[in-house]
């Protein structure tokens, strides 16, 4: 049976980020890099609250929207998982959410005068980084 | 059950005049059971007045105040009972012993948790034997929220709990709201001047300004009102007065910002009429936008021409 994993997040008061979407982009952030592999289990609400100092009701919030967007799968009784890896959201919010973030990275380093070029090299070398690696 | 349980507090047009000044102005308060609750407001926004008539030790000039559904001037003992306050001066007499109190407060509450005293004070280094006198400012204040914890109470107010704390007390003192299975099924009204703890214990934000309900709401939705604009606007800029939803403005180097309350892509429509080259605009935190709302009325000399 699976142990709990371990999960290294921070969270940040002051951000313009609500805690609870620190939470959800943490957490999605890991999973997607790999850190978190599908199956692993994630801390008890109160668990997560706890090691971060937070209202349990912020973290019961995120793991709803996690799973919601199917991130997570609730076991009844057992906790809180990893969910195996499948599309996770629809063609058009996934569109919608490409273009949001496309836009915002554009207006970021347009004003930088990079060439394509640069960012091209670049951002393959950060999807490379990011490949998942293999762990035993 | 009555109908007013669904709300642990309740007001319609509950005002309270000292001499020329409204200290509650017509406050139609409504605070839902359960959950923590946090109260902002600028120092005078009428917090404590408030509180004084909730638990009965003043009258209102007018307008009605209802806790737990009673009517506040006409609160029985057994009521108090299920009322918890807990505020910044952390008052007991000094001279006795932390077991007395706490066998005192065993014997006079019915309610009384023995399993949820020791597991709140537990998080301070608390001896039975100690005189209140000696204990620290932060251990006063837990061995006050374990009193009042440990007494089951339906609603719990704590009033500036953690000021004067240091960091490690202040830890403490969440973690034993947060945490205890006591306070589990208890409303919490939580008021703080300090953001960075109400962003971490509250699930709704109330702000009360010239004791006037201005805002409530999860503390995140009161930040998406609030944003920040940055223009490159020539010369002097628009009159402020004619800036809408204006809440702060600031000139540094060259550059104009301003911060908003609800304002969308219009605004930035305003700024390229009155002659900005460029527009920037981001979000803020909780912490800049509380302030920014609260400083925007606050009260100033008048300026000078």
Redesign the interface.
């Known amino acids: 049976m699976a142990r709990t994993q371990a999960l290294m997040i921070r969270i940040a008061?002051?951000?313009?980020?609500?805690?609870?979407?620190q939470i959800v982009d943490g957490i999605r952030m890991k999973i997607a890099t790999g850190e978190l592999a599908p199956g692993d289990q994630l801390p008890s609400v109160?668990g997560l609250?706890?090691q971060l100092?937070?209202?349990?009701?912020?973290v019961a919030k995120a793991y709803t929207e996690l799973t919601t967007e199917g991130w997570l799968d609730s076991r009844q009784g057992l906790g809180l998982y990893v969910a195996p890896l499948r599309q996770r959201l629809s063609d058009a919010e996934r569109e919608r959410r490409f273009d949001d973030a496309v836009q915002r990275f554009v207006h970021d380093v347009v004003p930088l005068n990079v060439t394509v070029d640069e960012v091209q090299t670049r951002m393959a070398a950060e999807f490379d980084a990011l490949t998942p690696r293999k762990t035993a | 059950m009555s109908t007013h349980d669904d709300h642990v507090i309740e007001t319609h047009g509950l005002s309270r005049r000292y001499g020329r000044k409204l200290a509650l102005d017509h406050l139609d308060l409504r605070i839902p059971r359960g959950?923590?609750h946090a109260i902002v407001g600028a120092n005078g926004a009428g917090k404590s007045t408030l509180f004084r008539i909730l638990l009965g030790f003043l009258a209102p000039s007018a307008g009605r105040a209802r806790i737990l559904g009673r009517d506040s001037q006409q609160l029985t003992p057994e009521d108090r009972g299920r009322i918890g306050f807990v505020n910044e001066e952390h008052t007991l007499p000094g001279w006795m012993r932390v077991s007395a109190i706490a066998r005192m407060h065993h014997r006079e509450y019915a309610r009384w948790n023995q399993r949820a005293y020791e597991e709140v004070i537990g998080h301070y280094h608390v001896l039975p034997e100690q005189k209140v006198g000696q204990l620290s400012r932060g251990e006063r204040a837990g061995f006050n929220l374990a009193l009042a914890l440990a007494r089951s109470p339906e609603l719990l107010i704590l009033d500036e709990p953690t000021l004067g704390l240091d960091v490690v007390a202040k830890?403490a003192f969440?973690?034993s709201l947060?945490?205890s299975n006591a306070a589990d099924d208890c409303t919490v009204i939580y008021c703080s001047h300090q953001?960075?703890e109400i962003?971490?214990?509250?699930?709704n934000l109330i702000i009360l300004e010239r004791g006037r309900l201005m805002h409530m709401s999860a503390?995140?939705e009161f930040?998406s009102r609030v944003t920040h604009w940055v223009a490159d606007i020539p010369f002097k800029g628009p009159e402020p007065s004619t800036v809408p939803g204006l809440l702060e403005r600031q000139r540094l180097d060259g550059l104009h910002h301003y911060l908003v309350l609800d304002q969308d892509e219009g605004f930035a429509e305003f700024l390229r009429g009155v002659g900005a080259r460029s527009i920037q605009s981001?979000?803020?935190?909780?912490?800049?936008a509380v302030n920014a709302f609260l400083a925007k009325n606050h009260a100033a000399p008048a300026a000078a021409a």
């Open positions: 008061t002051g951000d313009s980020r609500s805690i609870g979407k109160r609250a706890q100092t937070i209202n349990p009701n912020t | 959950r923590i830890r969440l973690e947060l945490y953001m960075e962003e971490r214990v509250a699930d503390p995140e930040c981001m979000p803020v935190g909780l912490d800049r």
